[in-house]
T-cell receptor, first 114, second 115 residues
Framework: QQQVKQSPQSLIVQKGGISIINCAYE??????FPWYQQFPGKGPALLIA?????SEKKEGRFTISFNKSAKQFSLHIMDSQPGDSATYFC?????????????FGAGTRLAVHP | DAGVIQSPRHEVTEMGQEVTLRCKPI?????LFWYRQTMMRGLELLIY????????DSGMPEDRFSAKMPNASFSTLKIQPSEPRDSAVYFC?????????????FGPGTRLLVL
């Protein structure tokens, strides 16, 4: 019940296209849903995050869409650029009963071709 | 701020040797997390501390792994004895636990290779 399922595993998009990565969860106790971006040889870095009382959050070319009833959320990258090529992780936070832990999805390797 | 600092950045050791990974969290953060990343298993939470106290070590693979946080600015993850299957990238992360300040900041990682 603490799993976060992420798809696809890998994604190839042409420059200027839209990249879409999806995640699903089961535990309704999750209270915070971040997306992390990781470049080779680096640690994951927060890209954008959303709380379950909001259906959408946009920061520049990056948008999170959140569907609380379906227990799904997705990352949309508009006008994808080669510099966006990285691995993206969705996550969900459990912050109750003394816990404060992020459950990460398996990751999506995005390649944006020029 | 310098961010989360980890050392060493790379470690190559032989099976059976003791390995110690080090982490300095961001000043003022009260949570510290140790993760392991492999191609097969992805990003796994090993253990985390709140105010230097271990809260959840359910992700520690076995007794060969141990972690300590003697003070707010330093933590270690020790593997003794090390095995080839421990080869992975180990990340340390820190955060504030409060609503609105949840971001976990990751260090650059330690790439461990056990021969």
């Amino acid at each position: 019940q603490q799993q976060v399922k992420q798809s696809p595993q890998s994604l190839i998009v042409q420059k200027g296209g839209i990249s879409i990565i999806n995640c699903a969860y089961e535990n309704t106790a999750f209270d915070y849903f971040p997306w992390y971006q990781q470049f080779p040889g680096k640690g994951p870095a927060l890209l954008i995050a959303i709380r379950p009382d909001v259906s959408e959050k946009k920061e520049g070319r990056f948008t999170i869409s959140f569907n609380k009833s379906a227990k799904q959320f997705s990352l949309h990258i508009m006008d994808s650029q080669p510099g966006d090529s990285a691995t993206y992780f969705c996550a969900a936070r459990l912050f109750s009963g003394g816990y404060n832990k992020l459950i990460f999805g398996a990751g999506t390797r995005l390649a944006v071709h020029p | 701020d310098a961010g989360v600092i980890q050392s060493p950045r790379h470690e190559v050791t032989e099976m059976g040797q003791e390995v110690t990974l080090r982490c300095k969290p961001i000043s003022g953060h009260d949570y510290l997390f140790w993760y392991r990343q492999t191609m097969m298993r992805g990003l796994e939470l090993l253990i985390y501390f709140n105010n230097n106290v271990p809260i959840d070590d359910s992700g520690m693979p076995e007794d060969r792994f141990s972690a300590k946080m003697p003070n707010a600015s330093f933590s270690t993850l020790k593997i003794q004895p090390s095995e080839p299957r421990d080869s992975a990238v180990y990340f340390c992360a820190s955060s504030l636990g409060r609503i609105g300040r949840e971001t976990q900041y990751f260090g650059p990682g330690t790439r461990l290779l056990v021969l």
